[in-house]
């Protein structure tokens, strides 16, 4: 390593650790979303590793996801790693004070269930006890962010018939219909 350059992660960093601070960091670049940091997990194992590949490797990685602006996302990539992962480091201390955990697919408390499905999620942001998550009685309540007053009251009545039989409410902690359902829970 040239003394101009600081490593990206810490020498104590764990694999996950800086899994995850790889996906908030690439999450951040403009037009970079689901498809492309699945498509990047694919094609190279771990998200990490995109900082190190070559641009021209990144380049046909990416042409799978068809961004419009590849060629910038890729020089971004490789020209904004450091403040790419600062940014990141910071928005994961945020979540840090707010008790907000992001689990990975390979992580023990990843819930078994959802691995099982086609198409799982790599990764989820969990608020909360993440060990609930191994319950059996979960149960998602999800719907608009832009929900009526008679969709909101039907998602309160029953997210609360669903609780009082025991059930774990879980939902992708959106407005609207999530956050009603959450008040509710």
Same mark, same amino acid.
């Given at each position: 390593?040239?003394?101009?350059?600081?490593? %990206?992660?810490?020498?104590?960093?764990?694999?996950?650790? =800086?899994?995850?601070?790889?996906?908030?960091? %690439?999450?951040?670049?403009?037009?970079? &979303? @689901?498809?492309?940091?699945?498509?990047?997990?694919?094609?190279? &194992?771990?998200?990490?590793?995109?900082?190190?590949?070559?641009?021209?490797? %990144? +380049?046909?990685? *990416?042409?799978?996801? =068809?961004?419009?602006?590849?060629?910038?996302?890729?020089?971004?990539?490789?020209?904004?790693?450091?403040?790419?992962?600062?940014?990141?480091?910071?928005?994961?201390? @945020?979540?840090?004070?707010?008790?907000?955990?992001?689990? *990975?697919?390979?992580?023990?408390?990843?819930?078994?269930?959802?691995?099982?499905?086609?198409?799982?999620?790599?990764? *989820?942001?969990?608020?909360?006890?993440?060990?609930?998550?191994?319950?059996?009685?979960? @149960?998602?309540?999800?719907?608009?962010?832009?929900?009526?007053? %008679?969709?909101?009251?039907?998602?309160?009545?029953?997210?609360?018939?669903?609780?009082?039989?025991?059930?774990? @409410?879980?939902? &992708? +902690?959106?407005?609207?219909?999530?956050?009603?359902?959450?008040?509710?829970?």
């Amino acid at each position: 390593m040239e003394n101009d350059q600081l490593p %990206l992660f810490a020498s104590n960093a764990t694999n996950e650790n =800086s899994e995850i601070v790889s996906l908030m960091a %690439l999450s951040k670049i403009q037009g970079v &979303g @689901i498809k492309s940091l699945r498509t990047l997990l694919e094609k190279f &194992g771990r998200l990490s590793s995109v900082w190190e590949t070559p641009e021209d490797k %990144l +380049l046909l990685a *990416l042409r799978k996801s =068809s961004l419009p602006r590849l060629s910038s996302i890729v020089h971004e990539i490789k020209t904004n790693k450091k403040e790419l992962i600062q940014a990141a480091k910071t928005q994961l201390d @945020i979540f840090d004070k707010r008790n907000i955990r992001i689990i *990975l697919h390979s992580d023990p408390r990843f819930p078994k269930r959802l691995n099982e499905i086609p198409n799982a999620p790599y990764w *989820l942001f969990v608020e909360g006890n993440v060990s609930l998550l191994s319950q059996p009685n979960l @149960i998602a309540v999800v719907g608009t962010r832009n929900p009526s007053a %008679l969709g909101i009251r039907y998602a309160r009545k029953v997210t609360a018939l669903l609780a009082k039989d025991g059930f774990y @409410i879980v939902s &992708g +902690l959106a407005e609207g219909i999530d956050a009603a359902v959450h008040k509710t829970a």
